[in-house]
């Protein structure tokens, strides 16, 4: 089954760049997605498609793919970013979701 | 605008029963998957299971499995997840998800959450 891991806390500056990684097997082969969970707040995708951002999502937030590696970059960081992120992607063999075990990005 | 509406909060003693719903707006509701998750407190998030609306085809997390059901109403436009015996354990924040498909892949998109806590 796949696994994705995260590391589980990154810690940055207001101004900074903060980079999370999601490792895995699967990821070189699975297109990967990331959410944004503010605290008592329901999670709120960032990033699809591996690279995508939805609209309204801002231009600070991008993501990239190399290998058994994807990343999510928050560019010139801001106390708002503070929250846990996700990756998921989809196991098309069990036809369900897997999410990356979180990271607890702190300003 | 896409919407998940969830019931709200519960407070409920062990051994009770519970359905709690999620109400889709904004789209048609019988062709997209509804997913639940389950995120138990300070923990990351695990998938419980799937119902497809248009024919009730439902699949479920091996972890889950006989320990809830998923169900839907489609003339309503609501998903519910259910126990017939509620553990301490169940105590967690529950999240509806409508599966969104594209190109051989899927992400979610998330109803506000249902809090749920089992207590004597």
């Known amino acids: 089954s796949y696994v994705l891991t995260q590391p589980p806390s990154v810690s940055v500056a207001p101004g900074k760049t903060a980079s999370i990684t999601c490792e895995g097997n699967?990821?070189?082969?699975?297109?990967v997605h990331w959410y944004q969970q503010r605290p008592g707040q329901a999670p709120l995708m960032v990033i699809y498609y591996n690279t995508d951002r939805p609209s309204g999502i801002p231009e600070r937030f991008s993501g990239s793919k190399s290998g058994s590696t994807a990343t999510l970059t928050i560019s010139r960081v801001e106390v708002g970013d503070e929250a846990d992120y996700y990756c998921?992607?989809?196991?098309?063999?069990?036809?369900?979701?897997?999410f990356g075990t979180g990271t607890k990005v702190t300003v | 605008e896409v919407q998940l509406v969830q019931s709200g909060t519960e407070v409920k003693k062990p051994g009770e029963s519970l359905k709690i719903s999620c109400k889709g707006y904004?789209?048609?509701?019988?062709?997209?998957?509804i997913g639940w998750v389950r995120q138990m407190p300070g923990k990351g998030l695990e998938w419980m299971g799937i119902?497809?609306?248009?024919?009730?085809?439902?699949r479920y997390s091996p972890s889950f499995q006989g320990q809830v059901t998923i169900s839907v109403d489609e003339s309503i436009s609501s998903a519910f997840l259910q126990w017939t015996s509620l553990k301490a354990s169940d105590t967690a924040m529950y999240y509806c998800?409508?599966?969104?498909?594209?190109?051989?892949?899927?992400?979610?998109?998330w109803g506000q959450g249902t809090q749920v806590t089992v207590s004597s």
């Open positions: 998921q992607l989809w196991d098309t063999g069990g036809d369900h979701p897997v």
């Open positions: 904004g789209y048609d509701f019988a062709t997209y998957w």
């Open positions: 699967s990821v070189a082969s699975e297109t």
């Open positions: 998800t409508r599966r969104y498909y594209y190109d051989g892949t899927s992400y979610l998109e």
């Open positions: 119902i497809y609306p248009g024919d009730s085809d439902t």
